[in-house]
T-cell receptor
């Protein structure tokens, strides 16, 4: 089975620009979550996508947005980049059903964004 | 809202010695608990998880963790560390998909950096 893949691995942007990060979920998974990991910190939940809709959001402004596609892959878009957006962005996929049960997240290697 | 505290930012241990990483959580219901490991430049790899049942759980790479409800703790242990165990370790608490709040959201601790010396 293929794992979670993210692209690009590294990128540099300047303040005010926009960025799109991409994620392919692990085969068999239908849910994608995005996390921001600033240097020296634990990952912070941005949002989750299930059935192509946003399903839960952390404390991030609306300029952070996303998409999930029918093949369960996902994009994270960040508009009007700020210096503090510099971080490792982690995508995680999981299986969600309408029955009760906890998710186990499978993470990709991340996209390292530097904002200058 | 749930929270996770990892009191030790940095731990240095000799190869072959035992290792224990502390994790305390705050959550109103029965938590789902996880330990992940992150090597430099890598994503997070699941070491082990606790959902219910036996409070001592075994994971990969010889790690184990014990859930203690009375202490709100989920400490990670390894009897004998290897140089390859040098990495950052994250404790996380997740919620059931049936919870309306934070469905599938994980709360991570700030991490513990483990350095292994010869």
């Amino acid at each position: 089975e293929t794992g979670v893949t993210q692209s690009p691995t590294h990128l540099i942007k300047t303040r005010g620009q926009q960025v799109t990060l991409r994620c392919s979920s692990q085969s068999g998974h239908n849910t994608v979550s995005w996390y921001q990991q600033a240097l020296g910190q634990g990952p912070q939940f941005i949002f989750q996508y299930y059935r192509e809709e946003e399903n839960g959001r952390g404390n991030f402004p609306p300029r952070f947005s996303g998409l999930q596609f029918p093949n369960y892959s996902s994009e994270l878009n960040v508009n009007a980049l700020e210096l503090d957006d510099s971080a490792l962005y982690l995508c995680a996929s999981s299986w969600t059903s309408t029955l009760s049960g906890a998710n186990v997240l499978t993470f990709g290697a991340g996209s390292r964004l530097t904002v200058l | 809202a749930q929270s996770v505290t990892q009191p030790d930012i940095h731990i240095t241990v000799s190869e072959g010695a035992s290792l224990e990483l502390r994790c305390n959580y705050s959550y109103g219901a029965t938590p789902y608990l996880f330990w992940y490991v992150q090597s430099p430049g890598q994503g997070l790899q699941l070491l082990l998880k606790y959902f219910s049942g036996d409070t001592l759980v075994q994971g990969i790479k010889g790690f184990e963790a014990e859930f203690k409800r009375s202490q709100s703790s989920f400490n990670l242990r390894k009897p004998s560390v290897h140089w390859s165990d040098a990495a950052e370790y994250f404790c996380a608490v997740g919620v059931s998909v049936m919870t309306t709040d934070s469905w599938g959201k994980f709360q991570f601790g700030a991490g513990t950096q483990v350095v292994v010396t010869p």
